[in-house]
T-cell receptor, first 112, second 115 residues
């Protein structure tokens, strides 16, 4: 079962614009992680935010977490063509044993 | 170089022919896991291991076996593959045994086709 659901499923923007992706989940979590996947390749970890954190930054990435709404957002500022990829959120939940549960992903295309 | 390796990267096989996909990590990670990725379904966890000789089922374990005899290796075994196991498979590892609390490092993937 998918714990996290990303929105939108696909996003197309111009280089230099900001990209915002959202993730909603269903049960209590310990942390939420964002990963990037270039077409058909392995996932790369971007950022982890714990349930007691509200916002986290890493370079051009900004992640927010609202546990009351069970949602998170990933903002990529000043996007580049190289940011074209699929982005996944993953949740580690208290009720899910030791499993990390991934959402369906957002496909981001950044046009040069 | 710290990495997770998988072999083979591509495999075409026939229904019922037993196969093993190997996974190895050189980071001394306690936690290892297998996922499958299918269009529209995202990544689903098959099995995971918190340490040597400790394995547990994920969301979709049916038709798969795993073993963790050594810390660095976590092979995925399909005893009798069927076409519905055609998928892209990823192995991942994480530093601590409780893998959900840390970032996971993914292998490059194995694209399996079962005819």
């Amino acid at each position: 079962s998918q714990q996290g659901e990303e929105d939108p499923q696909a996003l197309s923007i111009q280089e230099g614009e900001n990209a915002t992706m959202n993730c909603s989940y269903k049960t209590s979590i310990n942390n939420l992680q964002w990963y990037r996947q270039n077409s058909g390749r392995g996932l790369v970890h971007l950022i982890l935010i714990r349930s007691n954190e509200r916002e986290k930054h890493s370079g051009r990435l900004r992640v927010t977490l609202d546990t009351s709404k069970k949602s998170s957002s990933l903002l990529i500022t000043a996007s580049r063509a190289a940011d074209t990829a699929s982005y996944f959120c993953a949740t580690g939940g208290y009720n899910a044993g030791n499993m990390l549960t991934f959402g369906g992903g957002t496909r981001l295309m950044v046009k040069p | 170089e710290a990495q997770v390796t998988q072999n083979p990267r591509y495999l075409i096989t026939v229904t019922g022919k037993k196969l093993t996909v190997t996974c190895s990590q050189n980071m001394n990670h306690e936690y290892m896991s297998w996922y499958r990725q299918d269009p529209g379904l995202g990544l689903r966890q098959i099995y995971y291991s918190m340490n040597v000789e400790v394995t547990d089922k994920g969301d979709v374990p049916e038709g798969y076996k795993v073993s963790r005899k050594e810390k660095r290796n976590f092979p995925l075994i399909l005893e009798s593959p069927s076409p519905n196991q055609t998928s892209l498979y990823f192995c991942a590892s994480s530093l601590r045994g409780q893998g959900i609390y840390n970032e996971q490092f993914f292998g490059p993937g194995t694209r399996l086709t079962v005819l």
